[in-house]
């Protein structure tokens, strides 16, 4: 009874293995889209561009956030698409587990190298929890790329940030064997506080509770877009809760 009662407590004590996100930023580029004023649709501008630098960029609002805390900064070589890679925690607080942000700053005239490295890592690529995509919808512009599941990888749970996204990238995931946890049905902003959003419910309840991450990312659009919950509900897809099936009893 006294090594069952240790054994229960040193478990207890143990802390959880981190969330670990792995998030493709490709940066706003004004030959594309309407990004802003200045640096704001600069394609390798970290400092300024409207996914990365600005007040609502990537880097800029989680390493401010509070409880968010930049462990690892490395900026690539010239010729790369990769312009930063940036690695973010937030603390666990009681009943969490610490999360983990991996994001890659990709170059907005580049998004299509960021764009193939996303679905490979939805398709199994990646060991990460939830895989992110936080910027322009490029399927809006361009056919798929010419990708197949992964034969022995395990696909990612994923959530895309992008306009109309259960439209566009909803089929091409589907074929990778990739489970969708959050799409979008409109146009919207891929801002940063929907990745603290994130960050914070799967902290609670894990990357794979698709309901409860749409309620998230339904109050934080509505808080910072200044929106009723209601019209920010119109831009978040209800997707599916997985299927439980009970095993039969052997006969």
């Not at 994923?158 to 306009?163: E, G, P």
């Not at 109309?164 to 589907?174: A, T």
Request: hydrophobic content about 45%.
């Amino acid at each position: 009874m006294v090594f069952t009662l240790g054994l229960i407590a040193l478990l207890a004590a143990t802390p959880a293995e981190p969330v670990e996100l792995e998030v493709f930023v490709p940066l706003c580029d004004g030959a594309q889209l309407d990004c802003g004023r200045r640096g704001a649709g600069d394609p390798r501008s970290l400092e300024a561009n409207l996914y990365w630098g600005a007040a609502f960029g990537a880097e800029r609002f989680l390493s401010r956030a509070p409880g968010f805390r930049v462990r690892s900064r490395r900026d690539g070589p010239p010729a790369s698409g990769v312009l930063r890679e940036l690695v973010i925690e937030r603390a666990a607080t009681k009943g969490e587990r610490l999360v983990r942000l991996s994001l890659r700053a990709y170059s907005g005239d580049r998004i299509d190298d960021a764009l193939e490295d996303f679905l490979r890592a939805a398709a199994g690529g990646s060991s990460a929890d939830l895989v992110v995509w936080a910027g322009h919808d490029r399927l809006m512009d361009r056919a798929p790329p010419e990708l197949r599941a992964l034969p022995g990888a395990t696909p990612r749970p994923v959530a895309v940030l992008a306009c109309m996204s259960e439209q566009y990238f909803g089929p091409v995931l589907q074929s990778l064997g990739a489970r969708p946890v959050v799409l979008t049905r409109t146009m919207m902003a891929p801002e940063a506080y929907l990745l603290e959003a994130l960050a914070a419910t799967v902290a609670r309840h894990g990357p794979t509770e698709a309901g409860l991450l749409r309620t998230a990312l339904v109050d934080a659009y509505a808080r910072y877009q200044r929106i009723t919950p209601r019209a920010a509900g119109t831009v978040f897809s209800r997707l599916p809760q997985p299927q439980v099936v009970a095993s039969q009893p052997k006969q």
